[in-house]
């Protein structure tokens, strides 16, 4: 439906690149207001069977850590796609996931990914910038197997690992990721 409504009518308007495509892509927690240990049914009330019979409002849902709240919720994970227009200023959902809560923003970030590239095969993704939830060797390396180049902010918690170093020197160069200066990413 978002690619009849949204994707393709900005395509044909010239909203979005699809020659030179920058994807931005994360997630955030959607706590739901079921109970995990589900309902008591009132029909088994004042038999046997009142702790094994329960009716679950929301059977899919899973528990998560939300690390903006600092605590656990009951839910799904959301995660959105979206390409920012420069020349328009303004920033296109291309695509929304609703995942199981227990499934982290590094797995489905390249869901996202597969699944965009499959829906729009005539879109040339140059850059997929993820936040640091995203940095480890298999987003760096499955990027840049399909031609993208992977703009992920460096966790610093993790330290200087040589297996993301060995990417990040494919960056080098004259990219506008290393400012034409030759020496690749850095922290900032």
Request: with cysteine.
């Amino acid at each position: 439906m978002l690619k009849a409504i949204v994707v393709n009518p900005s395509i044909e308007k010239g909203l979005i690149d699809k020659d030179d495509l920058t994807l931005s892509g994360d997630g955030t927690a959607i706590h739901i207001h079921s109970d995990a240990r589900g309902h008591h049914i009132k029909e088994y009330m004042s038999t046997d069977k009142f702790d094994i019979l329960r009716r679950y409002s929301d059977p899919s849902a899973t528990y998560s850590f939300d690390s903006d709240l600092g605590s656990y919720y009951f839910g799904y994970t959301g995660y959105l796609l979206g390409v920012h227009s420069e020349a328009d200023k303004i920033d296109l959902p291309v695509s929304l996931m609703i995942e199981p809560a227990r499934d982290h923003d590094s797995t489905i970030s390249i869901k996202a990914l597969n699944q965009f590239r499959a829906l729009y095969p005539e879109v040339k993704v140059l850059n997929y910038c993820l936040d640091s939830a995203s940095d480890n060797e298999a987003t760096f390396a499955l990027c840049l197997d399909w031609n993208i180049t992977p703009v992920i902010d460096l966790n610093g918690r993790r330290g200087e690992r040589p297996e993301i170093r060995n990417y990040i020197y494919r960056l080098q160069g004259d990219s506008p990721l290393s400012g034409g200066s030759g020496n690749g990413l850095s922290r900032f």
